[in-house]
């Protein structure tokens, strides 16, 4: 696992074994533990520009299942949510298909900030993020982590990673003394332009479910 950063109003300072302990003292004033946001975080002056806003994770503070996109669009810069806009309405429609409701997960993305032209995320501005994504893990503690699109796998995963082939796959990541389970899925996006990959999105959706559902118990050959 890449060893992320914690971006915010403090000096930098790798994640090391002690990562909690660092997580906690590094976000200082931008990262709020209670309600899993950040305020005020200026460490990628390109993000504040092009920013209207900070853009969090929503849902429970308690969720079984974690959805990690790459970073918010136009619409949830606007609306201050993430994937709200068309990918977010593909989202929405397969968590109904297998039973989930929006508000039953919990959403976020890798960068909190809307990048320029919606252009990818540079590296630099990924690891600035890292930390507030990896505190909003270990509080959360969900039973599992679902990345949506290549981007978000292979930042979290710290590999090149062929999303297309590799969708359904289930990885682990450490976050310091936590290991989490990681399901990989194309990005809700795809299936718009590519409808052939409507049916590996909403299997894997799928998949997500059930492994929630039995409490995680699912092991690596059932996603095999």
């Known amino acids: 696992m890449p060893t992320g950063t914690l971006s915010g109003c403090m000096d930098e300072r790798r994640l090391g074994s002690d990562a909690e302990e660092a997580a906690e003292e590094h ?14 975080c200026t460490r990628c002056p390109d993000l504040v520009d092009s920013r209207g806003q900070i853009v969090d994770g929503v849902g429970p503070s308690d969720a079984d299942l974690l959805f990690v996109g790459e970073a918010p669009g136009a619409t949830e ?10 990918s977010g309405d593909v989202l929405d429609d ?25 252009r990818d995320p540079a590296t630099e501005e990924l690891g600035h993020c890292r930390g507030y994504l990896e505190a909003e893990l270990r509080a959360l ?15 979290v995963l710290g590999r090149s990673v062929a999303v297309t082939s590799e969708a359904g796959s289930l990885e682990e990541l ?27 999105f909403t299997e894997t959706i799928a998949r997500a479910a059930e492994y929630a559902g039995d409490g995680g118990q699912a092991t690596f050959g059932d996603f095999g």
Request: with cysteine.
């Open 141 to 155: 503690d969900p039973e599992l982590v679902v990345t949506l699109g290549k981007v978000p796998a292979e930042h």
């Open 27 to 40: 976000a200082g004033d931008c990262w709020n533990g209670d309600t899993l946001s950040v305020t005020g």
């Open 77 to 86: 810069d606007e609306r201050g949510e993430p994937f709200v806009g068309r």
């Open 174 to 200: 450490d976050v310091g003394p936590e290991r989490f389970r990681v399901l990989l899925s194309v990005h809700p996006a795809a299936t718009l332009y590519d409808p052939g990959q409507r049916e590996v």
């Open 94 to 118: 397969a968590l109904r298909a297998v039973g989930l409701d929006r508000t039953d997960v919990r959403i976020t993305n890798c960068v909190r900030c809307r990048p320029p032209d919606n």
